[in-house]
Nanobody
Framework: QERLVESGGGLVQAGESLRLSCEVS????????AGWYRQPPGNQRELVAT???????NYGDSAKGRFTISRDNAKNSVYLQMNRLKPEETGDYYC???????????????WGQGTQVTVSS
């Protein structure tokens, strides 16, 4: 059974960094795309970054230049390095696996429990 487990969240001050990890079990990630989503308190989930099977990446506007998504297929894992964090980036972060149709990323139905990131000002 496919399972995604996120970790690495925490409480940091604005300007600091965090590295989120996502371990996937029950499914081989190498042939898949992957993405990280953020859900701010009281708001909908928003796509932060994606990485395709070939390693090509895309970022939301606010993440460009500060965040880096990566993958380690040997470890069946996906990561999100977040630098110079801002208070408005507080929220629950979820990783997903899925695929691209054209330029649009479609995550699979199964999601992990997420990891909480709090950025204080």
């Amino acid at each position: 059974q496919e399972r995604l487990v996120e970790s690495g969240g925490g409480l940091v001050q604005a300007g600091e960094s965090l590295r989120l990890s996502c371990e996937v079990s029950g499914r081989i990630v190498a042939p898949l795309a992957a993405g990280w989503y953020r859900q701010p308190p009281g708001n909908q989930r928003e796509l932060v970054a994606t990485i395709n099977r070939d390693g090509s990446t895309n970022y939301g506007d606010s993440a460009k230049g500060r965040f880096t998504i990566s993958r380690d297929n040997a470890k069946n894992s996906v990561y999100l390095q977040m630098n110079r964090l801002k208070p408005e980036e507080t929220g629950d972060y979820y990783c997903t696996v899925g695929d691209f149709i054209g330029v649009t990323y479609y995550p699979d139905a199964r999601w992990g429990q997420g990891t909480q990131v709090t950025v204080s000002s």
